[in-house]
């Protein structure tokens, strides 16, 4: 059945090439004549081209089969190249943040640098319509959608801990739907503001939040030690996931939704990266004299490994399979062994504080 399918997309894409060809040499050579046109007959050599060429318009759209050809042809180029283009994801981990007069921690630093890579950096893919290419992909959106979600994960634990209003306010609208473009209609007839446009009012109150310095006044191993269980709930929630669906889904002849859980997982990665990165300078105190700067760098390299994976196709092969492979596994088990240290870190300060 796929052979048969596989040889008439053949002749169709041969057919398209052909025109495309054919096209091609019909532009260059009218053009040429039009050069080589002497100046008294060029109005009417122009009227001829002109005419010309909308006899070809007229002949593609009277003719169902050149009409298909012609648009499959243009969606192809306009999705195929837009969506190359913005494919790019944006997820750098080597940008070493800095504190500045409006900033007096780097964990809220790192919510807010991690969501305007996404936010302004790059356009906010799970909203746009159909008409854009980026809407069509699969790595963007959930890379976009990953760190979002893990962002909102910690700033509402942290809202939760602090009992800060702003904090509890930007946590809500992290929570708002991620569809919604420039705006929607709601049940009430009512216009809803788009997601990009919330999400950026939560950046501006985590910055808030990190401008008042009565706000960490009391910042210790307790919060440390909660702070790292965020990270380590959030990476242990995609090793689930990841599990789950290999057990569902690794017979599947084609696994559609293997790349959307992979890069969702690697946008909850980027935010880990940074936010663990960022309480390490937080509390570089503790974690020097409890001796865990070293546990704490390992799990930094295992979540870098796990960012720096990039197949041009997901599988999610079965493990007795010897021609396949799975690259959501290997993804887990860098994802598992992240977790594990920063588990481990948590045992070590809670035995260094009873010390």
Not at 36 to 48: A, G, L, S, V
Not at 184 to 195: E, F, N, R
Not at 313 to 322: F, H, V
Request: charge should be positive; hydrophobic fraction near 40%; proline fraction near 3%.
């Amino acid at each position: 059945m796929i052979k048969p399918f596989l040889t008439k997309l053949k002749v169709i894409f041969r057919r398209l090439l052909g025109k495309c060809v054919y096209g091609y040499v019909y532009l260059k050579n009218s053009l040429q004549s039009l050069l080589n046109t002497p100046q008294t007959d060029t109005r009417h050599h122009r009227r001829k081209h002109k005419k010309s060429i909308l006899n070809i318009i007229s002949a593609i759209l009277k003719s169902w089969k050149l009409s298909c050809l012609f648009f499959l042809g243009f969606f192809i180029l306009y999705y195929g190249i837009g969506a190359t283009i913005s494919a790019q994801l944006k997820k750098p981990l080597t940008t070493d943040l800095t504190l500045s007069a409006k900033s007096i921690r780097h964990t809220p630093l790192a919510l807010t640098y991690v969501l305007k890579t996404q936010l302004d950096d790059s356009p906010w893919a799970p909203a746009l319509p159909i008409i854009f290419p980026a809407s069509i992909l699969d790595n963007l959106p959930n890379f976009q959608l990953g760190v979002k979600d893990s962002a909102k994960y910690i700033v509402r634990r942290t809202a939760a801990i602090s009992n800060n209003i702003s904090l509890k306010e930007a946590g809500d609208l992290l929570n708002y739907p991620a569809d919604i473009w420039l705006f929607s209609q709601t049940i009430d007839g009512k216009l809803a503001p788009g997601s990009a446009k919330q999400y950026r009012k939560a950046l501006a109150l985590i910055t808030e939040y990190n401008s008042e310095k009565e706000n960490f006044s009391n910042a210790g191993t307790t919060e440390l030690l909660y702070q790292l269980k965020s990270l380590e709930n959030i990476l242990n929630h995609q090793v689930n996931i990841i599990h789950k669906h290999y057990q569902e889904h690794h017979n599947d002849f084609w696994d559609m939704k293997a790349d959307n859980i992979f890069y969702r997982a690697q946008g909850n990665i980027f935010t880990v990266y940074y936010v663990l990165n960022a309480l390490t300078k937080d509390y570089q105190h503790i974690i020097i004299s409890s001796e865990q700067y070293e546990n704490i760098t390992t799990a930094l390299n295992y979540l870098q490994e796990a960012e720096k994976l990039s197949p041009l196709i997901i599988k999610n092969g079965s493990t007795s399979d010897l021609f396949t492979s799975n690259h959501l596994l290997y993804l887990a088990y860098y994802i598992s062994r992240a977790e594990n240290y920063i588990q481990t870190i948590t045992t070590n300060l809670k035995q260094y504080t009873k010390e």
